[in-house]
């Protein structure tokens, strides 16, 4: 499928009539004429879509996303006008996926750069396995997010579920509302000059107002599953 | 592995479209399960002291009229209702007797469902083959669930398709895969508790079978599967006035729920919900692990 | 005074229970009270190709001439759904193992020894080298639990990509590399702080189950546009439910790791007490793929304890399309060899015993970070011997092969087999020798 001929800079793709591979290899074959701002119409929870997009391009999804909406997203500014399904954002690189929804499962599982920005809530795993992306929930998020999260920024203005953290890294967790439980080696932490800065930042950039970054509490690994120590089996 | 789907109408015209939407829900759940499909319908209730029972047979030249000939000399009993290799058949008399009639008089028939409103279809067919040799888009009811099937460890048969039911009104759909249920199975044939096929889901659905009638209400059988049951699960069950759904703790396998003023949907996935009337602008949530959450019809 | 280790005498007796490796076992544990982790695969005798033989051609049978006619080697993998399926010239594939686990010397040496003798390698747990990229003309490219370096360019660099959903030494385990091994590259690689024990998950992040992995899979060809086959690797344990929730789940090529299989790192009781030995796995993939009307059309890749081109073979005899290896491989290039016992020794190892890997001192070079070491590999060295055993592997199995009377070795049969014992004839469904006895199958 070719780029829409109208010349215009604005394409529309409706998923009712049009074969999602189609959707993704118009998006994997942008070329510097092609148009830098696409409108998904009908996505009626499908899966994959706007997966693997590498362009500096806009990309508004008009509905509910199924699994892995913008997985692997590189550049591309998508926002999902809807709920977004499993692993929204997966692998993203860079780049922006805002979710005006919920999101669902294992949102930006694995991320390493970028934001995922989710104006609802997410459920559990969020940012599970991150690796340098930066997720900032308006909303709460569910059990085990941030699990083994290694790299990167999570955010969340509400709640968060139980094992929060569980084996983390080196990411930095910031939760405004109540944690149900902290996971294995996460802890709370101190949250210094810098902690404010870079949350304040976070905010900003994922326009959320309405908080202030004195609200938040910081939590980060205790470094103590770093090389294996036998008395602490038990947090295995 | 698999997809599920529960539909439950709040109004009188979906219940009339009930069939026409959770076939469309069924279509879009065949690429997770298609190996096999089935349904649990709610509908057209006996007058109580009378049941209902669901009978499949393996013969595709069934002679149900004979079969209702009998029951109707044996008990009175309704005109059969046939779908494909189903019949659906009210009897004036207790489930009980009529499971127990039917088992020394056509042993080779399978007893799908027995109740008062519970009408089980299920066959190892393509979910789409199903869909339409069952004429799903005919059938009215109140609530009804629905299951794709991917077979994990037990047999590719229509016995080993879901729903399964174990007690009267009851049945179960299951996604995912249980780890301690041959253990469980055992220990529930002690308890008398009988079993057809190896297969998981009939285990969790004998188990609960078994606490209900040890005294328990839905809601604590199923909290008792949190206790009881190892595995990953999400669990749809349909009941005479309702139903039900649980995932368990680690909540691995999804749920999505949905509800408009016209109906209540649980399903695997969105785009099984994207197809009924209104989803759109349905309030949608996934259901909590481990907790359980259930919908019944207020008594009239 | 006597110990087990230094020489018999009349009056000392061993116990089978209770043997030199045994008690080393119980007061290493006694003294470190942790569990003891290695690399290696398993080192027990279960049943295996040994156990099987070929009924080659006498007067009922034909041979081929072994010179002059034809024995093709050459497979195709992945035609069911890639528009770029692989084609090999030899059913014979280097398995997943990581830079990390290996040196980037060991990993390029990998990639020339496979595209000399044109087939392809596998990146394992730590993402695609640019030395494997460049040096491997065809690679296939893990995408693991930890998803450690996924990233979509090197998904479309590759030349297919491999779900593993678990490996044979450890099935239902996750990868593991001790912090020795994290040095800066392999911390970068894999966004971990340097010098600290890597902790693994046993479960993708973002799908459980069959049913998900189906849309897994739908998203990797959406971003790869359909060019690349899908692989899904599984450790030999529930084969005949495995492969075919694979097939069902939409893979182009099944990778069946038997208990034998090696790895960088893991506990010494998973290595040894977790999985089903490749021989008892292979029948019922392949019973599963006949069932679904797959055979052949998706492709089973069997490994696990692969080391000459008799084992090829009888894989192939019993279904495989190809096999992979990995220990062989990394033994081809040098691990254990003699020539270092000096080094071996000065760290308590010995040429032919050498299985701590996950140490990350290997004097050879090949398992290890320290770059001093792997400068002793010598990677254009270490490609020719691997290419050169895979060649003699080749041969071997042709010559099997063209006695058989097979002209392809892909039309090696199940009925060219016998078995030396009632296991191999029973895990093998193939008589026992002289008998027409199968264990199981006809009494």
Not at chain 2, 100 to 112: A, K, S
């Amino acid at each position: 499928m070719a780029a829409p001929a109208s010349g215009l800079d604005f394409a529309e793709i409706d998923l009712a009539e049009t074969p999602l591979r189609e959707l993704n290899a118009a998006l994997h074959a942008l070329a510097d004429g092609s148009p830098k701002h696409w409108r998904i119409l009908n996505p009626r929870g499908a899966h994959a879509i706007a997966v693997g997009v590498d362009a500096p391009v806009d990309i508004e999804i008009d509905g509910h996303a199924g699994y892995y909406c913008a997985g692997m997203n590189k550049q591309a500014t998508v926002r999902v006008h809807g709920n977004a399904g499993v692993g929204v954002a997966e692998n993203i690189m860079s780049g922006s996926v805002v979710v005006e929804g919920n999101a669902s499962q294992s949102a930006g599982a694995s991320g390493h750069g970028g934001l995922l920005s989710i104006r609802g809530s997410a459920s559990a795993r969020c940012g599970i396995s991150m690796k340098g992306v930066d997720i900032v929930v308006r909303g709460s998020v569910g059990h085990m997010s941030a699990f083994m999260a290694q790299k990167g920024r999570l955010v969340v203005c509400g709640d968060a579920g139980d094992a929060l953290g569980d084996s983390i890294y080196e990411a930095r967790l910031y939760v405004r509302g109540s944690v149900a439980s902290l996971g294995a080696d996460c802890i709370e932490k101190e949250m210094r000059d810098e902690h404010m800065a870079e949350l304040a930042d976070l905010l900003e950039r994922a326009e959320v107002t309405e908080v202030e970054a004195g609200d938040f509490r910081r939590y980060g690994s205790a470094r103590r599953l770093y090389n294996f120590d036998i008395d602490n089996a038990g947090a295995y | 592995m698999c997809g599920i789907a529960g539909l439950f109408s709040k109004t009188t015209d979906l219940e009339a479209q009930l069939g026409a939407h959770l076939g469309e829900m069924l279509l879009q759940l065949g690429d997770r399960g298609p190996d096999s499909a089935g349904v649990a319908f709610y509908r057209n209730p006996v007058p109580s002291g009378s049941s209902k029972v669901a009978l499949h047979s393996a013969d595709p030249r069934q002679d149900w009229h004979a079969v209702h000939a009998a029951l109707s000399t044996a008990f009175g009993a309704g005109e059969p209702e046939v779908r494909a290799s189903h019949a659906v058949i009210a009897v004036e008399t207790g489930a009980d007797d009529v499971v127990r009639w039917l088992r020394e008089r056509y042993p080779e028939l399978r007893v799908m469902s027995a109740g008062e409103a519970i009408e089980l279809y299920k066959e190892a067919v393509l979910p789409r083959e199903f869909v339409e040799r069952f004429e799903l888009a005919t059938m009215d009811g109140s609530h009804a669930l629905g299951h794709t099937r991917m077979a994990t460890e037990s047999k590719v048969t229509t016995d080993g398709s879901h729903p399964f039911s174990t007690g009267l009104d009851l049945c179960l759909v299951h996604n995912g895969s249980l780890s301690n249920h041959n253990r469980l199975r055992e220990q529930l044939r002690a308890e008398g508790i009988e079993f057809q096929t190896e297969n998981d889901t009939e285990v969790a659905a004998g188990y609960l079978t078994w606490r209900m009638r040890e005294g328990a209400t839905l809601e604590q059988a199923l909290e008792g599967c949190l206790e009881d049951l190892d595995g990953f699960y999400t669990f749809a069950v349909g009941t005479a006035d309702g139903f039900a759904v649980l995932r368990d703790p680690i909540a691995c396998k999804p749920a999505v729920m949905a509800e408009t003023d016209d109906w209540v949907a649980m399903a695997s996935e969105y785009r099984a919900i994207a197809v009924l009337p209104g989803a759109e602008t349905a309030e949608t949530w996934e259901p909590e692990p481990g907790r359980v959450y259930s919908w019944e019809r207020a008594p009239v | 005074m006597a110990t087990a280790t230094s020489g018999w005498r009349p009056g000392l007796r061993e116990s089978a229970l209770y043997d030199r490796n045994v008690i080393h076992a119980i007061q290493r544990a006694a003294a470190e009270g942790i569990y003891d982790i290695r690399g290696f695969g398993a080192k027990r005798r279960v049943p295996h190709f040994d156990d099987l033989l070929f009924l080659g051609a006498s007067i009922s049978r034909y041979p081929l001439e072994g010179y002059r006619e034809r024995c093709d080697t050459d497979v195709v993998l992945g035609d069911r759904h890639a528009r770029k399926p692989l084609h090999l010239k030899i059913p014979i594939t280097i398995a997943g193992m990581s830079f990390g686990a290996l040196s980037g010397p060991a990993k390029e040496a990998l990639g020339r020894g496979a595209s000399a003798v044109g087939t392809s390698t596998t990146t394992g747990d730590g993402g695609m080298t640019p030395e494997e990229r460049g040096h491997s003309d065809v690679l296939v490219y893990q995408l693991l639990p930890s998803r450690y370096g996924m990233n979509p360019d090197d998904l479309r660099k590759a030349d297919a990509i491999e779900i593993v959903v678990g490996q044979g030494a450890k099935p239902g385990g996750g990868g593991m590399l001790l912090g020795q091994k994290i040095s800066d590259r392999v911390a970068e690689m894999r966004d971990l702080p340097k010098g600290i024990d890597q902790r693994s998950a046993c479960r993708h992040p973002d799908w459980t189950g069959p049913d998900d992995m189906e849309i897994k899979i739908q998203e990797l060809r959406e971003i790869t546009d359909w060019e690349k086959p899908v692989f899904v690797k599984v450790a030999a344990s529930r084969p005949y439910y495995d492969v075919a929730l694979a097939v069902k789940a939409g893979a182009d090529v099944v990778v069946l790791d038997g208990m034998q299989g090696g790895t960088a790192a893991t506990q010494e009781v998973f290595i040894e007490h977790a999985g089903i030995p490749t021989l008892a796995a292979i029948r019922p993939a392949v019973d599963a793929l006949v069932e679904l009307g797959m055979h052949r059309k998706v492709q089973l890749i069997v490994s696990g304890g692969i080391r000459s081109g008799a084992d090829v073979a009888k894989a192939l005899a019993l279904g495989a399309d190809a096999v992979s290896i990995g220990v062989a491989a990394l033994i081809a290039m040098g691990d254990n060899s003699p020539e270092h016992e000096e080094g071996y020794t000065e760290i308590g190892a010995s040429a032919g015993f050498y299985d701590d890997w996950h140490e990350g001192r290997d004097p050879a070079g090949i398992s290890t970070q320290i770059d001093e070491l792997a400068a002793r590999f010598d990677p254009e060295l270490g490609g020719r011997r691997l290419a050169n055993y895979l060649r003699t592997m080749v041969l071997e199995t042709q010559t099997l092969a063209r006695a058989c009377g097979k002209s392809h070795v892909h039309n090696l049969e199940p009925e060219d087999l016998v078995a030396l014992t009632a296991e191999a004839a029973a895990m093998a469904r193939v008589p026992l020798a002289g008998t027409s006895w199968i264990p199981g199958l006809n009494e």
